[in-house]
């Protein structure tokens, strides 16, 4: 009698490594730093998020260099202001923290590092809101314009990429027309395209001080019960010229990720956010469960919906597991 015997192929390490459907990769990962110019010198932990913390520029530049012996190339750079206002002047000054520390890293690192921005403003607003309010609402177009001028002075300071995740509509159009008539036509937009009003991102709010003031911003965050309004998103990003989509966050939208990667013909990213990570990261400190084979379980699963890319606090953790599976 003729038995099927999946486990043949199951009985060491070796052949499960060999027939692995999916793979990781330091070249996988998005590793985000949170500059703070609040910090004359070091760095700050981040009490909700155990590991991570807000950089002075000059830890920046230390912290960098443990990242190239870990392979990873790939970051996602957020700046903590020391001064806010209601327009969020300092996302687009010339002398903002990003641009300052873009300039930093270009000096000292020349191209050895992909830099992308976030392009948002609930940093840098004193209502923590991700734009201009007009009638205790955030206006959809003059934001757009507070955005282009964002994202081209950070195409000016050095960015390979921007990231705009403020949810506005329309934003990645204006995006490109203004990075384009900047020169900056090379200039890829990586889109917070799914981008849910979800509660996952409490420690977040701790790490750049952004919780609104007042409100909450499901006005322009996704509705997390709504699936077909993202794959909505996705095609409207796509028809104004993004060159990456996203779904935020990343365990509760697995199905979403893998309809994006179904209908995109452009790279998928995955951004696994801080309450994910700081849950993983609580469970262990309890010795609930094992922290190593959890996250890779979950970047595995990152993997088979569809992600081509994970932006993830786990990336320093995840690097050095790879690197010590590889000798």
Known sequence: MFVQRPRRLRRSPLIRNLVREHRLHQADLI????????????????????????????????????????????????????????VASQAHAEDGI??????????????????????????????????????QDVHNDKTLELLARTAVSHAQAGADMVAPSDMMDGRVAILRDELDEAGFEQTPIMAYTSKFASAYYGPFREAVDSAPQFGDRRSYQMDP??????????A???????????????????DLVWQTRQMSDVPVALYNVSGEYSMVKAAAEKGWVN???VVLENFYSFKRAGADMIISYHSKDVALWLKEELG
């Open 98 to 135: 990003v641009q300052q520390a873009l300039a930093k890293i270009r000096s000292h690192f020349g191209s050895a590092f992909y830099l992308i921005t976030d392009v948002c403003n609930c940093e840098y607003t004193d209502h923590g809101h991700c734009g201009i309010i007009v009638d």
């Open 225 to 234: 019960a709504n699936g077909r309004e993202a794959m909505r998103e996705v």
């Open 236 to 254: 409207l990003d796509l028809a104004e010229g993004a060159d990456i989509v996203m779904v935020k966050p990343g365990l509760a939208y697995l």
């Open 31 to 86: 590793f985000p730093l949170f500059i703070d110019e609040n910090l004359a010198d070091g760095s700050e932990p981040i009490g909700a998020m155990p590991g991570i913390v807000r950089h002075s520029l000059n830890s920046l530049l230390w912290e960098l260099e443990n990242l190239q012996e870990l392979g990873l190339h790939n970051l996602l750079l957020f700046g903590l202001p020391s001064h806010k206002d209601a």
């Open 291 to 293: 922290e190593r084979q």
